[in-house]
């Protein structure tokens, strides 16, 4: 596919600010590269038609009026008000009529689904089985193979979210009581931030998520990692940290599979342990923000459908955030 790589370096650098990993100027993908290719020649197009309206408009004040008649005679009027427009918007919705065609396509070519569900705030992420049932579920990072175009379904459980990872394609909107769907296919190794990019409430803004697009091969050991059983805890730490989870309850909302934990009121936990973020792109992921966030959720992420559990002491925190960032 062609692409047009003509933006001004500095206007680039100005509107992608400096987080490239989130950037819609720095397409990773081919639908991605669709939006900015027709981003591109709107802009084009746009300036053409402004460059145009000041010369004439600054060409009827110099003269004098009997001069600039011509700008007003019923062709000129018929030529700019009705036929240039006619023209511009005619060539733009079939160049997007095209674009559409392109997306479709790729739609057909897709072997792998994921049902992205929005939660306030957070994401909840699972893989299907050629069935169309849950082969596993995850949260808040998505991973997607390089060069294989994939499927996702778009669901809400609560309001109205966005799904918009800038690098890799389009926003499209998640709504309650329905599925929408959108093909993306990453061309370039990377990681790229996504971002609900439709106002869901107060923590709106930290309700974030990384894509991860991995080699096949990557893709493949992951797949078949992610779609098993926690790992058992193995040090002395680990295993009070795990015995600790269990007494403090969290299993009532998050599930590890092969434990007796299973709730699904948040995210599945069964690998938190590998994924880059914690609380929808909130926080790095390590022991140490792992133990803030279980002690306090409430001051991190105000509102969170997660109490704080202030009242662990030092020791007992300290073993399940060793006990969580060991659930790789
Ligand atoms: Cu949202």
Request: proline share 5%; with cysteine.
């Amino acid at each position: 596919m062609t692409r047009v790589r003509g933006l001004p370096a500095g206007l680039a650098l100005a509107l992608a600010g400096c987080t490239p990993i989130q950037s819609a100027l720095d397409p990773a993908g081919s639908n991605a590269g669709m939006v900015f290719d027709l981003g591109v020649a709107m802009t084009i197009g746009a300036t053409l038609v402004c460059v145009l309206v000041v010369v004439l408009a600054w060409r009827a004040v110099r003269r004098s009026r009997a001069e600039g008649a011509w700008l007003a005679s019923p062709r000129m009027v018929i030529a700019l008000g009705a036929v240039l427009p006619a023209v511009v918007l005619t060539a733009l919705l079939a160049y997007g009529f095209v674009l559409d065609r392109q997306l479709a396509a790729e739609e057909d070519r897709a072997a792998l689904t994921v049902r992205v569900t929005g939660e306030q705030w957070w994401w909840r992420v699972a893989y299907l089985a050629p069935d169309g049932s849950p082969a596993f579920e995850t949260a808040n990072e998505i991973r997607l193979p390089v060069g294989q175009p994939v499927r996702f379904e778009l669901e809400s459980a609560d309001v109205i979210h966005s799904f918009w990872v800038p690098a890799l394609g389009g926003k499209i909107d998640l709504i309650p009581g329905r599925t929408n769907t959108v093909t993306l296919l990453a061309e370039r190794e990377g990681i790229y931030r996504g971002q609900c990019a439709e106002f869901c409430g107060t923590q709106h803004a930290l309700m974030a998520f990384m894509a991860r697009a991995e080699t096949p091969e990557d893709f493949g050991a992951w797949f078949a990692a992610e779609g098993g059983d926690a790992r058992q805890p193995e040090t002395e730490e680990e295993v009070a940290g795990h015995g600790a989870f269990v007494a403090a309850g969290c299993g009532a909302c998050h599930a590890v599979r092969g434990t007796a934990a299973a709730g699904t009121i948040g995210p599945d936990l069964t690998h938190v342990g590998s994924r880059l973020t914690i609380a929808a792109g909130t926080l790095p992921n390590h022991a140490g923000t792992l133990a803030a966030w279980v002690t306090d959720a409430q001051a991190i992420k105000p509102g969170a459908r997660m109490p704080s559990f202030d009242e662990l002491d030092g020791p007992t925190l300290r073993s399940i955030a060793v006990y969580l960032a060991s659930l790789r």
